[in-house]
């Protein structure tokens, strides 16, 4: 299913919407409002409206947004309305740390498939999976028809691995290696780069003597 | 030095025009356009020049703009035309992999102090760093002049390393830990948060049955 008209760049603000409502639910509110969220993320009131205007009639004049509803409806849009399988190649530190980082409960994806290229590390079992061989990737991700990966390998692995993911079927790849993946238009690539994050808080900084 | 005025929007957008520059300037470009770079970053053209014409007068009509001159402004700009020194605290897998991450390397930050509570960790040298006690973060940040940190506790801990890091006048805190730091107004706080990525891409992909 192609999904088109939309811009990307708005796609890319659902899930901070997202984010935001669950937090706002677990702080035990029931309404929001553009205002609230526009405060919380750095984004206008306007800007939301807007976004959310491209996907139907949420809010009511007076009383804002039923959290709980808009929730479900950005989950819906989003697809995490149910959870993602998703393979994870390299456990190296960072495979490692991603293995077991707590930021994925709950919210539509889990780690079902691990791999590497280390003999040492093939057969060993993180929080319960196993490390699987390289070799495997393609015929494992097909047969469980898994389309979303996690690229936590060196830098120079990284495209011949994301080049057997796009071969295994996969769709969507989260890339820590910090290069440029070259991919088919139909596969889509996230890069995790901390350097952009600290470049964006350093302009407010006064610059060191 | 306060900065305003701009959209903190717009700022978020300057470290990703400066990657593609960057990229361009590695592949040998010495032009570029505000179309090329849209094309790379899936930005509009027309949001490109705007946000640039806020900064100054760079690109030329019919020559686009010159990579490496657009570069070196952005660079002075975004405060990152010299080295940051980053504090990190926290040398589980996280930090660790943190530590070796090859794409600090000549974009503007250096990692020079590690600290972690582990008494196993303390003491001992990461890429010729000594992992320091968290006890020692308040003295060794103020004395260094510090102003930039990372932040890869786990959950439980990263809200009381917050707070030490801003009583040690950091102001720009890069957070690995799943949850909300609570941090006084001028100092500035940016999330890894790779759920969101994925949230973003799964949006495009057919869900699963």
Same mark, same amino acid.
């Given at each position: ?29 029931? *309404? ?25 009639? *949420? ?151």
């Amino acid at each position: 299913m192609a999904r088109t008209g939309i811009p990307d760049i708005v796609i890319g603000r659902l899930p901070l919407y997202l984010r935001s409502l669950i937090r706002l639910q677990q702080g035990g509110a029931i *309404f929001t409002s553009s205002y609230e969220l526009g405060q919380m993320l750095g984004i206008s009131s306007a800007q939301i409206r807007k976004d959310l205007s491209l996907f139907g009639e *949420f809010g009511k004049q007076g009383t804002g947004y039923n959290i709980s509803s808009l929730t479900a409806e950005l989950r819906r849009i989003l697809h995490t309305d149910h959870e993602w399988p998703v393979a994870l190649i390299g456990v190296g530190d960072l495979g490692r740390a991603l293995a077991h980082y707590g930021g994925f409960v709950n919210r539509s994806f889990r780690i079902t498939h691990l791999f590497d290229n280390d003999p040492a590390k093939i057969g060993q079992h993180i929080d319960g999976l196993e490390v699987l061989s390289v070799d495997l990737i393609e015929k494992t991700i097909k047969t469980a028809n898994i389309k979303v990966a996690m690229l936590a390998t060196p830098i120079d692995e990284a495209q011949a691995v994301a080049d057997t993911l796009v071969r295994a079927g996969v769709e969507a790849i989260l890339n820590y290696a910090p290069t440029v993946l070259l991919v088919p238009e139909n596969v889509h690539v996230q890069d995790i780069d901390p350097v952009i994050h600290l470049q964006r808080m350093v302009y407010y900084l006064e610059p060191p003597a």
